[in-house]
C-alpha cells in the first residue's frame, strides 16, 4: 500500500500584527497615578514662577547679621543697633503645606560681640571708677556669644496674599530654642593693687519668638529681615570671678553688670541667600 503524500502547503503567518507589542514612544509615558502632581510642584522650573511659594522641600540658605539688645522692654527696639553684633546663619526647610500656611524646620547658628557697649562701659569704669560699683583701675573686658538653635517657621503662602504673592513676598513666624555660650576675658591694672586678669565663663539656653520676611526674586535670591522677642535662662550659680595677679593671689572681685550679661530682648536679623 502507497503511503499517502505529504502536502507541501506553506504554515500560516504566526507572527503577531505590527505594534500590537511594540513599547510605548518615551515621550508618551507618564509617571503612577498620583506622583505626576508632586513632580509638577517640587520642580525647580515651577517653584521660579511663584518665588514666594515655601513649599514642601524648598530650601533656604541664608547668612546676616544680627543686633541683639542686652535688656528688655522696649528701648531694645533702638538699644539693639548699639549692644551686641554678630553674624547670623541659617537653614530652613519647607515640610508641610496646607490652606495657605507652610511649615518649615531649620537650625541657626550665630556669633556675637557688644563692640560698642565693651567701649562705652569700659569708659564709664575708668573714668567713674567707685561710682560705677568697682575697684578704681583700668578695666579692658572683651566679651563673646554664641550658640545655635532650632527653629520653626510657619509661612502664609502668596495666593492668599494677592498681588504681594506675585512679587515674591513671603511672610512667617518664627521661634526658635537652643544652647548658649557666653565668655569674659577680663584685664586689670592699678597702681596700688597691681596687674590682674580673670576669665569668666557662663552656658545657657535661650529662646524666642518674632515676625520675618522674605523677598525672594525669581532667580532664587532671598533677602530676610526678622524682629524677635529673646529670652533665657543660665546654668551658673554665681556672676562673680576672681581677678588674680600672675602668682595666682586675689586682687579685686568682678561682678558681672548688666550690661556685660548675654542679649535678651529684642533682636534685629538682615540676611541675603538663596532658595532652592
Known amino acids: 500500500m502507497t503511503p499517502p503524500e505529504l502536502s507541501l502547503h506553506p504554515l500560516p503567518n504566526l507572527e503577531p500584527p505590527p505594534g500590537l507589542y ?3 514612544p518615551l515621550a508618551d509615558a507618564r509617571p503612577l497615578p498620583g506622583w505626576d502632581e508632586r513632580i509638577h510642584r517640587f520642580s525647580v522650573a515651577e517653584a521660579r514662577k511663584r518665588p514666594g511659594e515655601f513649599t514642601p522641600l524648598t530650601v533656604d540658605v541664608k547668612l546676616g547679621v544680627g543686633f541683639n539688645a542686652f535688656s528688655g522692654g522696649p528701648l531694645g527696639l533702638a538699644l539693639s543697633f548699639f549692644s551686641w553684633v554678630g553674624l547670623n546663619g541659617a537653614v530652613d526647610v519647607g515640610v ?3 490652606e495657605g500656611l507652610s511649615v518649615g524646620v531649620g537650625l541657626e547658628g550665630f556669633n556675637d560681640r557688644p563692640f560698642l557697649s565693651e567701649r562705652l562701659g569700659e569708659w564709664a569704669l575708668n573714668t567713674l571708677g567707685d561710682l560705677s ?3 578704681a583701675g583700668d578695666w579692658d573686658i572683651t566679651m563673646w556669644h554664641r550658640g ?3 527653629r520653626v517657621t510657619l509661612h502664609v503662602t502668596p495666593k492668599t496674599l494677592g498681588a504681594g504673592g506675585r512679587k515674591g513676598l513671603d511672610p512667617y513666624v518664627v521661634g526658635v530654642l537652643g544652647p548658649r555660650w557666653s565668655r569674659s576675658a577680663i584685664s586689670y591694672t592699678s597702681e596700688s593693687l597691681g596687674q590682674g ?3 569668666y565663663r557662663e552656658k545657657g539656653l535661650r529662646g524666642g519668638f518674632g515676625v ?3 523677598g525672594v526674586g525669581e532667580s532664587g535670591l532671598v533677602g530676610a529681615v526678622e524682629l524677635r522677642y529673646l529670652a533665657g535662662i543660665s546654668f551658673q550659680t554665681s556672676t562673680a570671678v576672681n581677678v588674680t595677679n600672675a602668682e595666682g593671689e586675689p586682687l579685686v572681685v568682678w561682678e558681672q553688670a548688666r550690661w ?3 542679649p535678651r530682648g529684642f533682636s534685629w536679623g538682615f540676611s541675603l541667600g538663596y532658595r532652592f
Open 133 to 135: 560699683g568697682r575697684t
Open 22 to 24: 511594540a513599547p510605548a
Open 197 to 199: 586678669s580673670a576669665e
Open 148 to 150: 545655635f538653635a532650632g
Open 96 to 98: 508641610y503645606q496646607r
Open 260 to 262: 556685660e550679661r548675654p
Open 212 to 214: 520675618g520676611l522674605n
